[in-house]
Each structure stands twice: as structure tokens, then as C-alpha cells.
């Protein structure tokens, strides 16, 4: 098993939920996140607040599959999430050593 994080744009959550959803993806855990990237956004003052526009708000999705699925996730998730433009993300692949679904106690596969 593999656990795929993709870090996209907020704005194309709903596309790569949809696209996800068409190759049978359909359960994965996502969540707000910030980062810092390469491109040099300055900070700003706005009715007397500083922001800092360097902070990149992003989605997280984390995703657990069997290996063999992998690479169609992967390819699902780069045409839904692409502008073209910088910020578009990362995705990032690990190996996955054990599932374990709480409710039953089933294992690996099974458990997802």
C-alpha cells in the first residue's frame, strides 16, 4: 500500500475530488495548510494590519491506496490540480506498512 499527500490549490479541490471520485476514489482525509514556496511574495499593511502574503494557503490531501493504483491517482490528481502556474503543488508517495481499520480490526487492504 501506498499513502500519496498532494498538496493543491484550494480553488481546484473540487475538481480533483471529482476526478478522484470517477476512478473510484472515493474516501481520503484533507485539510488546510500553509506554506512557503520559492516564489518572493512581500508582506503588506491592510487597515493598519501587517499580512504576511508569503504564507501560501493550500489544501493537504492524504490518500491510501494499493500500490497498483497509485500511478492512475498520481495521473488523476496532476490533470485536475494543473494551471500551468507556479503554486500548483507537490505530490509526495510513501510506502504504507499496515492498515488498520478501528471499527472491525480488519487489516492492509481490507481496512481501506
Known amino acids: ?31 488546510e495548510v500553509k506554506g512557503v514556496g520559492k516564489e518572493k511574495t512581500p508582506g503588506g499593511f491592510y487597515r493598519g494590519a501587517y499580512y504576511d502574503m508569503g504564507s501560501i494557503p493550500r489544501l493537504m490531501l492524504e490518500i491510501v491506496v494499493p500500490a497498483e493504483k497509485v500511478d492512475a491517482v498520481v495521473d488523476c490528481i496532476l490533470r485536475a490540480a494543473r494551471t500551468g502556474e507556479v503554486g500548483d503543488g507537490k505530490i509526495f508517495i510513501y510506502d504504507v506498512e499496515q492498515t488498520v481499520r478501528i471499527r472491525t480490526g480488519e487489516l492492509d487492504e481490507a481496512a481501506l
Do not use: G
Not at 7 to 19: G, L, M, N, Q, Y
Open 1 to 31: 500500500m501506498k499513502k500519496i499527500d498532494a498538496t493543491i490549490r484550494s480553488s481546484k479541490f473540487d475538481d480533483v475530488k471529482e476526478a478522484l471520485h470517477r476512478i473510484d476514489i472515493d474516501y481520503f482525509t484533507f485539510f
